[in-house]
């Protein structure tokens, strides 16, 4: 049996979100608004902390009984309350991460987050990339170019766990549906950020294929991926803004996946690589009209662009627009 090896990077052109399954509430963080930034809190170390200040009591009444005001039912609320300076934060966080909003509504009162859905982390907590959802990117390239599906062939590609990703690479980003409009969707995720360099091992079998025929894969599902659908969001007036601050970069001919939640319906089934752009949209729309009958059921004809709506997020900081889960990939042999 030969095996060939090599290792792999991914750079990050979106954020990533890889599910742990978990959220945490906003009494579960801390959210600065004016500074962007939420910090995550070691709950022993809270506890012990407010202990010693003669609040446990009325933390616990706090979580039990939150206020029913959005705005005032985050633990920074509980904390500003009860005069605790942020100096004496540092006893209690673990880390911070940057937010990035959609839009931020008004300067002195602070729009609330929801919700915060975390990352996949192992065992010694640490965040990473399963080889498993790197594999399944890759797979469903190959299944669109050779439309194989067979086992044991995929059996002949392994993909390890990537490397641990450090905590001062992670970031919330909120979501935001693109179509006729920007809509930032009250959906927030802990992501790996943009411009992250993530390094895994891919080991190929039997040569039952190259890494240059992964390579045409994957370069291959991009371009139908962005020919037959991508691009008709230029024709949106939010698809054309979101395109001009950046959210579409020409990288046709380049090595893009898309990983993790968020990423959409086109980027993890065959349709519109394996099917004419006119059979593609049909059949997208019956499979979408039946599990989304709110919407897609409402529909007296198929739209010009199915799925209607591109997930992306945005920096605000850096006024710069990403793909939700888009990524490039480079191979190189051990």
């Not at 039990?64 to 942020?86: M, V, Y």
């Amino acid at each position: 049996m030969s095996i060939k090896v090599y290792e792999a990077t991914i750079k990050t052109v979106g954020p990533v979100h890889i599910g742990s399954g978990r959220t945490i509430r906003k009494q579960d963080y801390i959210y600065d608004f004016h500074k962007s930034m939420v910090h995550m809190v070691n709950g022993a170390e809270l506890v012990k902390f407010l202990k010693g200040k003669d609040l446990l009591d009325d933390y616990q009444k706090f979580l039990r009984h939150p206020p029913k005001k959005p705005r005032e039912s985050g633990l920074k609320n509980f904390l500003d309350a009860h005069r605790i300076k942020q100096d004496e934060w540092k006893t209690f966080i673990k880390f911070s991460e940057q937010v990035h909003q959609g839009k931020k509504h008004g300067t002195y009162k602070p729009k609330p987050l929801n919700d915060i859905h975390l990352m996949m982390r192992d065992g010694q907590n640490q965040v990473y990339i399963p080889g498993s959802s790197i594999k399944g990117a890759i797979k469903t390239a190959v299944v669109s170019k050779y439309n194989e599906a067979e086992k044991d062939i995929f059996s002949k590609i392994k993909v390890s766990d990537s490397e641990p990703i450090d905590e001062c690479h992670l970031a919330i980003y909120q979501k935001i549906d693109i179509n006729k409009v920007d809509k930032p969707m009250p959906l927030y995720r802990e992501c790996i950020d943009v411009n992250t360099e993530i390094k895994f091992t891919l080991s190929l079998e039997d040569d039952i294929y190259t890494i240059e025929d992964i390579e045409e894969c994957i370069q291959s599902f991009y371009k139908n991926y962005y020919n037959e659908w991508l691009i008709g969001f230029k024709e949106t007036n939010g698809g054309r803004r979101f395109s001009i601050e950046g959210g579409m970069p020409a990288l046709v001919g380049e090595n893009v996946l898309y990983l993790g939640a968020g990423t959409g319906f086109v980027s993890k089934t065959t349709h519109y690589q394996l099917k004419n752009r006119l059979q593609a949209k049909k059949d997208s729309f019956e499979i979408l009209r039946k599990k989304f009958s709110s919407t897609y059921g409402k529909m007296k004809e198929i739209p010009k662009n199915v799925p209607v709506v591109l997930k992306g997020t945005i920096n605000e900081i850096k006024k710069e627009a990403y793909q939700q889960g888009m990524c490039m990939i480079t191979f190189n042999s051990k």
